[in-house]
């Protein structure tokens, strides 16, 4: 993740992504209302607890889809 700003009730995080250069540059930008910034937050923490535990089972390269 990048810069966050915050306008009108809207958290604006800008996302990163890595060029091929092997380069962290500017992507997309996730639009988040104030009122659920905590529960997105939450939602992201669980999703890593989870990575964590796949890459742990050595699993790493598995399907994030089914990461629920």
Do not use: Y
């Not at 604006?12 to 659920?36: C, F, M, W, Y």
């Not at 939602?43 to 399907?63: F, T």
Request: no cysteine; glycine share 8%; net charge negative.
């Amino acid at each position: 993740m990048g810069n966050a700003s915050l306008s009108n009730g809207i958290v604006r995080v800008e996302v990163l992504a890595r060029n091929a250069k092997g380069q962290d540059v500017s992507h997309t930008d996730l639009l988040i209302p104030l009122n659920r910034v905590d529960s997105v937050a939450e939602g992201l923490r669980m999703l890593a607890d989870k990575l964590r535990e796949k890459i742990s089972e050595g699993q790493a390269d598995s399907n994030l889809h089914s990461v629920q």
